[in-house]
């Protein structure tokens, strides 16, 4: 018997989302990402893949340019999106095929991958290179941060001198007199990058002792900071030269000299840069209480260390942190205020105060006379208004000194309008005087006629009021009748 058959093409799945999966690589600096290889198992060794770089939504920029993984590079700080083109290799296209109908070649495409980003991009320095020994504690190095990071992710490693190797590393924070490298490095785990300048050069300068001489206490000791006494050492002679060994040789009465000197010559020095001060000559009086110098429990000196968080506080110390220290850091907050802008909003408010209230006592008195105004005269007096309109007052808000100008300015006119307005109402006045005086004269003159012309003759008339005093009574009963 016979049968016909064929071999067919293997089909190896893709055109959609499912279709494919997660691969975790890296770059050739070390950096992680992750791309998109099929999922299918019989593409193992049968595809190659050529990537494409996408914008955020997906979209193939250029698809003349053809990516391979090592053309893919991580950036912590940009992130860039890519699509996998799955390809069969020449050797295998014709034992294996993609599906019929896939849109060529957009139906081809993985679904868009990451490589890169999320990371925040900062600028580190120093803000000292110098500091100054203390007493072998670790020095305190400031790093100034540009950007969106906490010093808490930083590492900071040191080395001796300005070469960087592990023979070099300093274990923790360098504490003695030299020169060293500081290099800054983020924390693992961080989203940090650092751009620019990462290593700095730092040195621990000798501490400088100071020549005063505190010569309240005997012998004279000097003027020493907390811990001071470990760099420095007395010398005491009598005025013969004999060595004073001992401070339970000197006797009351005698008068001796003392110098002082750097003992710990690696670490401490001068003021001046010299090793040793002039001598000093003390009178030893029989009240006098003697301390030895070269004690470091000698009262003479500061006991307590200024570093140290439970260090109490000393209530006459003039450096100490206590309330005047609080004061002291307010005064200081206040220098950076902007005074002279305050200044000037305050007095703004004030003059918007005044103004404003002295436009409304305007603007009621206007309104008052013209009231009486037209209560009273404005049968026999009128006359247009010709007034300024009331601004809207929501004007003058924005800023204080701008708003101060205007309330000024819309003082003056409510000014002018109670002015304008007081004016028309004397205006009033006077016309409704007049007015009353010539109906009441009128009214005289029609009886008199009247009187004459039914009896046929006249009465020798009786002395009556003047025209000027009735006019004065007509005034007199109106300014009685209109309101105070």
Do not use: C
């Amino acid at each position: 018997w016979e049968k016909d058959w064929e071999v067919t093409p293997a089909e190896i799945k893709v055109g959609s989302p499912n279709d494919w999966k997660d691969v975790e690589g890296e770059d050739e600096e070390g950096n992680k990402y992750t791309y998109k290889v099929l999922a299918d198992e019989k593409a193992e060794g049968i595809v190659e893949y050529v990537y494409f770089e996408t914008d955020s939504k997906g979209n193939v920029i250029d698809a003349t340019k053809e990516l391979s993984l090592e053309d893919i590079h991580v950036s912590a700080t940009e992130r860039k999106y890519y699509v996998a083109y799955p390809k069969i290799k020449a050797g295998f296209a014709q034992n294996y095929k993609f599906p019929d109908g896939l849109v060529d070649p957009t139906g081809y495409y993985s679904q868009p991958f990451t490589a890169g980003g999320g990371s925040t991009a900062v600028q580190v320095t120093i803000e000292n290179s110098e500091y100054e020994y203390n007493n072998g504690k670790e020095i305190k190095v400031k790093v100034i941060i540009t950007g969106s990071a906490k010093e808490s992710d930083l590492v900071m490693t040191y080395y001796k001198g300005d070469i960087v190797s592990e023979e070099n590393k300093v274990e923790g924070v360098p504490k003695e007199v030299g020169k060293y490298t500081v290099v800054i490095s983020v924390k693992n785990g961080s989203n940090v990058v650092l751009s620019g300048k990462t290593q700095y050069e730092i040195e621990i300068t000798k501490a400088k002792i100071s020549k005063e001489w505190n010569k309240n206490a005997k012998p004279y000791v000097l003027n020493l900071k907390y811990g001071q006494i470990k760099g420095v050492e007395y010398e005491i002679q009598d005025l013969e030269g004999n060595a004073i060994t001992d401070v339970s040789q000197l006797v009351a009465g005698n008068t001796y000299k003392i110098k002082a000197k750097i003992k710990d010559t690696q670490n401490y020095i001068f003021a001046d840069d010299t090793l040793e001060t002039e001598w000093e000559e003390f009178e030893v009086r029989a009240d006098d209480v003697i301390y030895d110098p070269n004690d470091p429990n000698n009262p003479n000196y500061p006991q307590t260390d200024p570093d140290d968080p439970n260090t109490p506080i000393n209530p006459d110390d003039p450096n100490g942190d206590n309330n005047g220290g609080a004061l002291d850091e307010i005064l200081e907050k206040i220098k950076d205020l902007p005074l002279w802008q305050l200044i000037a909003s305050v007095i703004s408010i004030i003059l918007i105060i005044a103004f404003l209230s002295k436009t409304a006592s305007n603007e009621s008195k206007r309104k008052k006379a013209k009231k009486v105004m037209e209560k009273k005269y404005n049968t026999f007096y009128a006359t247009a208004f010709l007034g300024v309109s009331v601004t809207n007052w929501t004007v003058i808000a924005s800023v204080l000194m701008g708003s101060a100008v205007l309330s000024l300015i819309f003082m003056v006119i409510s000014q002018k309008r109670r002015n304008k307005a007081e004016e028309e109402l004397e205006d009033a006045k006077e016309e409704y005087n007049k007015m009353m005086l010539m109906r009441m004269m009128g009214g005289n003159v029609g009886n008199m006629q009247n009187g004459m012309g039914a009896q046929g003759f006249a009465y020798a008339p009786q002395q009556g009021l003047g025209a000027e005093e009735i006019r004065g009574i007509v005034s007199e009963t109106m300014t009685a009748m209109l309101p105070n």
